[in-house]
């Protein structure tokens, strides 16, 4: 039987670039954690108020959601998880995501797709339909805050059917890279970020692996369980 209910692990679907690559290195540096390893970054960032300003990405690690955090229902293991995205991703081809740039969403900044990429959304409702079997319901506690947020009429049917708002129609690709900045302080924070990211942005990125991270307890950063790779055999690739 799956003790994870009891121990808190939360397990998530996202979508992170390899390891070693250019941008995942310069993330790390940004947020001051790297999500394949436990191991702490130094962060390249000057100021005092850096840690604070990637405080909630820091958290999460450098990624963009397919599938929010979740609990496993008590009649899963994570070996049960694991088998359901080898063969997902036995039957989805990598999806074109191109060059990034960054945004403003709300009051956080992010890495968006430069040019619409309606592959991503259909892969990611796909991920969140056929994966959702497996999400036990959400504790009443990460509901209300939740609900502490402005949701319209479609952001909130899909946190109660889905467990997140985001999701289906509402999905955008995203990579966070800061928590909320106030309005007088976002012209500096976007010059620091392009500065950083600006040169590696170009690239014409694929999302051609899905990432399995998990969440140890409440109070622990999110980690690269395992990576599997879309449209290869069906294997899972090792963080």
């Given at each position: ?9 939360r ?23 790297n ?14 108020s850096?840690f ?5 990405p ?6 963009a ?71 036990a ?9 939740r ?14 059917q ?7 129609e ?10 909320p ?57 090792m963080?």
């Open positions: 039987m799956n003790s994870d209910l009891s121990s808190g692990i397990y998530a679907i996202y979508y992170t670039p390899p390891e070693n690559h250019a941008l995942t290195r310069a993330a790390a540096a940004w947020l001051g954690r999500a394949f390893s436990e191991a702490s970054v130094a962060q390249t960032t000057v100021g005092t850096d604070a300003l990637t405080a909630e820091r958290r999460y690690g450098f990624h959601t397919i599938k929010a955090p979740f609990r496993l229902k008590a009649a899963y293991e994570v070996t049960d998880l694991d088998q359901a995205i080898e063969r997902l991703v036995c039957t989805s081809a990598p999806c074109p995501i191109g060059p990034l740039r960054i945004s403003t969403l709300g009051d956080f900044f992010a890495l968006v797709p430069s040019s619409p990429t309606p592959a991503l959304g259909e892969l990611a409702a796909r991920v969140v339909v056929e994966m959702d079997r497996f999400r319901p959400m504790e009443e506690e990460e509901r209300q805050r609900l502490r947020t402005s949701l319209d009429e479609v952001e909130a049917a899909n946190m109660a889905w467990g997140y708002p985001y999701v289906l509402r999905f955008r690709f995203h990579m966070t890279l800061t928590g900045v106030r309005p007088e302080f976002q012209e500096a924070v976007w010059k620091r970020l392009t500065d950083t990211f600006a040169p590696l942005l170009d690239e014409d990125f694929r999302l051609d692996a899905l990432s399995l991270f998990s969440q140890e307890s409440p109070k622990a950063d999110f980690v690269v369980r395992s990576r599997f790779l879309l449209q290869a055999k069906a294997r899972k690739v963080a």
